[in-house]
């Protein structure tokens, strides 16, 4: 472990970080993303480990820190469940106290939000959210800086949600919150969100609508995401049905602006939660939000380990 930023910070949902941060992290993947594409070198990170946690599965999470870090000149250790003593129930403080004296920061994808805190409670280095029950505040991150690549900034827009009221959901909220736009959301009966849970204390934040074309309504990006969330299959066949009538399809792009964006965290079930019209049409941004996961994280590791560059 290396010396670091005077005051270690974690990442374990948007609050944790201030709405000039943000700022701050969008111009530095900016940064970061410019550099890549022109196949200039950077590696702040030589020596620095990033321990990665995988209690759930993952494509884009995965490879976008471990791509990102080597990137960076750092390197990664993978661990699931199933091949590390987590599996066979050592606490996960003890866990966090251990791998945290080998590495320099960790991320971890898991289920309840409360066992991340414990690891990060117990962690003498940096921890970021690689998904949870509750958040998934990576993906926003790639999906504002998505936006603002797009079409600038996101403060005073209206992001149109359309669907669970999941983890993506609840980070839309927050992020709200933190950085000054609005979530019309929609989603079934019984599949509301919490705003304890979100953990959102503005209720002018997010406007709630029955039905999904009243969400999408003027909304200069509309998103979703799948109707089951890992660690909810066993509801699947409920949920099915459930949700018929929330997939974004081209009449609800139509409702929205006329240059409104659409986005979808990924993996995507076309023929549920979107249309294959839609996520592979026109207004859909969702391969340049996949591929800016790994940029914004790359910002958010080196923020974290570095602090402010310059
Ligand atoms: N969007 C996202 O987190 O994808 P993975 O589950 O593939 O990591
Ligand atoms: N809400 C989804 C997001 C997957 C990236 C899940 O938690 O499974």
New binding site residues.
Partial sequence: MKPGPALMKHFLQIKDLRSEEYAYLFERARVIKTRFKNYERYVPLVDRTLAMIFEK??????VSFEAGMYQLGGSVVHLTTGDSQLGRAEPIEDTARVISRMVDLVMIRTYEQAKIERFAAHSRVPVING?TNEY?PC?ILADIFTFIEHRGSIQGKVVAWVGDGNNMANTWLQAAEVMGFKVHVSTPSGYEIDPAVAGVSDRGCYRVFDHPMQACAGAHLVTTDVWTSMGYEAENEERLKAFVDWCVDEEMMAAAQPDALFMH???AHRGEEVTAEVIDGPQSVVWDEAENRMHVQKALMEYLLLGRIG
């Fill in positions: 599965a993952s494509t884009r999470t995965r998904l998934h993906q965290c990924l993996p």
